[in-house]
């Protein structure tokens, strides 16, 4: 198979030399200057402003390289050695665009919680307790939701802690700080990549899409604003799309990116890693600002919710409301592992206060 | 005050790789961490071949300084870009920012984990008291506080490593080339020293309000 390539790879550089004569490599375009104009040294300077890898007695990565070669990131109109492009990068859009989207955002929603409150139950708590969550799958979404919290601070910090924690705490401290934050985000972030990938296979079944998950998108502002309930499995349209977009495809991103980042003993190039770095600063600042519409609905947002989370059980009137197919399914009894039998002490949340 | 800066003259390098040994056993470099390299393009070919050395330029608007996530770095009255160790977290931006590929990392641990970023100083030491044993340590050699130029360039056999006040190091090069008629290109400068295209000449930096002036 090798040979064949190799034949083929041949041809076809045959038949590229044929049909054009190569063009002549730096060292020779320099070698003939010299003759022509001695101390014109134009292509060796050309070859340099290319970055390409020359000869140097230090070994190392990229040590070859006199200066890094052009580059052009999203929105930037000239060339300029990659460096300076990743910072121009770096430094603009992604810190002032990704800033402003995660301050906005919570500022929408605590600006949201303030004008309409909580999502609240129409009818009062029945008292009886079905079984929403297995301590397993608990242990698995704190998992993945505790690792990404301390990832998401760390890397906010290391991202904008400069602009507004350091003029606040100094440089010591700040120094001492974000060194934490380093080794905190290194070494957490396998744990989250782990979690993640038990959560995907664990809530795959009960996050495939249905046709009554159409109607949640055109009724969402109706639930957030006035509380009205549309029918939903056991996790509603905006949990899917939470799961699809936000678990799979932005941790993708996050932990592709993140492992480049995390082992730099593989020789990568810089280029390799200011790609890496913008990558998994992108993707994590949208996962970070769609994270917080989670965390909101999980906590504040809905009434009841946490407690389902946090204790595994979940009120008939709570799962009525609020996954009236997911309820159905349990009492008709298609659900056996979420149908009711003995509440422990631990689930007390939404009892009927005295 | 003077504006240090690098200079390689890239028709009298001679690939000894003496400002590299020079730099090395003046500042007591850690094994593994090369401050200064020596590239030659063209390795070998009759008439072709060119050596430059190279570190860190200590540019006026430093790429480093601008992406480092707890702003370790600072700029002397010199124009000397320097960083302190103590703040350093070792993630590594400075050295993806650098086009010279400056920045040096000495692995701290399993995985290629970082220690903390090392680079050359412009024998102009770091934020310690000057000459001290804690700065010799940390940062190597403080020639400036002594009255001298950086090792490796005064070190150079060809004088083709100037380093120093960056008005003077221009004039001896503008000589050069004129005697010589030839050799003009500059290497680096445009990138380390330059006004970008369209852009505002650098606002002079207020003084440092870290480290020693």
Known sequence: ??????????????????????????????????TTQPGNNAPVMREIKSGEKHYTGIQGRETGVLIQPPARFPGQSAMATAGEAWRNFRNGP?????????VLVIAAILGFYA???????????????????????????????????????????????????????????FAWFTALCKNLHNFIAPLFIVSVVVMIFMWLRDNLPRAYDWQWFGKAWAFFARGEHIPSGRFNAGEKAWFWGGVILLSAFVAWSGVILLFPNFDQSRAVMQDAWSVHAIAALIYITVSLGHIYMGTIGVEGAYGNMRHGYTDETWAKEHHSIWYEEVKSGRRPEAAGGAVPEGAPHMKEKP | MARMKFLCDAERCIECNGCVTACKNENEVP?????????????????????????CMHCSDAPCMAVCPVDCFYRTDDGVVLHDKDLCIGCGYCFYACPFGAPQFPQAGAFGLRGKMDKCTFCAGGPEPDRSDAEFRKYGRNRLAEGKLPACAEMCSTKALLGGDGDVIADIYRERVLRRGRGADLWGWSSAYGVKPGAQPPVQQPAPTRGKS
């Open chain 1, 94 to 102: 992604v810190t002032f665009y990704g800033g402003w989207l995660v």
């Open chain 2, 31 to 55: 094994w593994g961490v090369n401050r200064r390299r020596v590239v030659t393009i063209n390795d070998g070919v009759v008439g072709a071949e060119k050596s430059i050395s190279v570190a």
């Open chain 1, 1 to 34: 198979m090798r040979r064949t390539l190799l034949t083929l790879g041949l041809v076809v550089v045959a038949a590229g030399a044929a049909a054009q004569a190569p063009a002549p490599s730096g060292a020779q375009q320099q070698q003939e200057r010299q």
């Open chain 1, 115 to 173: 004008w309409k409150g909580p999502v609240k139950l129409h009818e009062p708590p029945s008292g009886r307790q079905l079984r929403r969550f297995s301590p397993f799958e608990m242990t698995v979404h704190w998992s993945a939701a505790i690792s990404f919290c301390v990832l998401g601070i760390s890397g906010l910090t290391m991202f904008f802690g400069k602009h507004i924690l350091l003029p606040i705490i100094g440089y010591t401290l």
